[in-house]
């Protein structure tokens, strides 16, 4: 299987089946990353769109010597701050984390299903609060799995300022999570 520097290669020669099977391969993922900021459900389609568009338009911008990871996610982060300024205000509502996973429901109780339910919600609105550069951060270290060096690329910050951010959201969601879950101590 042709690994995603390659595809891109392809894609900037003009072959669609190259195209295509790269959208297929990330389309999920920005799906996900725009439903853990927060995206209203109604939008994250069409903003995970616009990023698959832009990857083909940018497509001869692409250093083919560096990870594709890093250069996504940054053409998502873009798309995301333009969304967020021309919406004008904060979001108010965003998709619990459990809407992201699959829950097997076949092994546990539905006291068990109902009180996952009930803590990803409390973790959702706590990664919500989260100043803005530092859930960035902290969702594609903690759920796209991006390494410090692709997270510096795709927010295009200093590695000290990505760590800081990440130090920095982990602490106020273990606070915020102390409290929320009655676990303080």
């Known amino acids: 299987m042709a690994d995603d520097c390659e595809l891109m290669a392809r894609v900037r020669e003009g072959e669609q089946s190259a195209l295509e099977l790269l959208l297929a391969r990330w389309e999920s993922p920005v799906f996900r990353f725009f439903y853990r900021l927060g995206c209203p459900p109604d939008r994250v389609e069409d903003l995970t769109e616009e990023v698959l ?3 083909y338009r940018q497509r001869h911008r692409y250093d083919l010597g560096r990870p594709f990871a890093p250069w996504l996610f940054g053409i998502a982060r873009l798309v995301w701050k333009e969304y967020r300024r021309q919406l004008g205000r ?5 998709v619990p984390l459990s809407a992201t996973r699959d829950m097997a429901a076949s092994d546990r109780s539905p006291a068990d299903l109902a009180e996952a339910r009930e803590e990803a919600e409390v973790v959702r609105r706590a990664i919500e609060c989260l100043p803005e550069d530092e859930r960035a951060a ?11 060096a692709e ?3 795709a927010l295009q910050a200093p590695l000290g300022t ?6 920095e959201g982990v602490r106020h969601l273990e606070a915020s999570l102390k409290l929320s879950l009655g676990r303080g101590g």
Not at 90 to 94: I, K, T
Not at 138 to 148: D, K
Not at 162 to 167: E, F, G, Y
């Open 151 to 153: 997270i510096t690329q």
């Open 90 to 94: 904060e979001l108010s509502y965003a």
């Open 138 to 148: 902290f969702i594609l270290r903690h759920y796209q799995g991006l390494s410090y």
């Open 53 to 55: 568009v832009a990857v």
């Open 162 to 167: 990505v760590k800081w951010w990440i130090h």
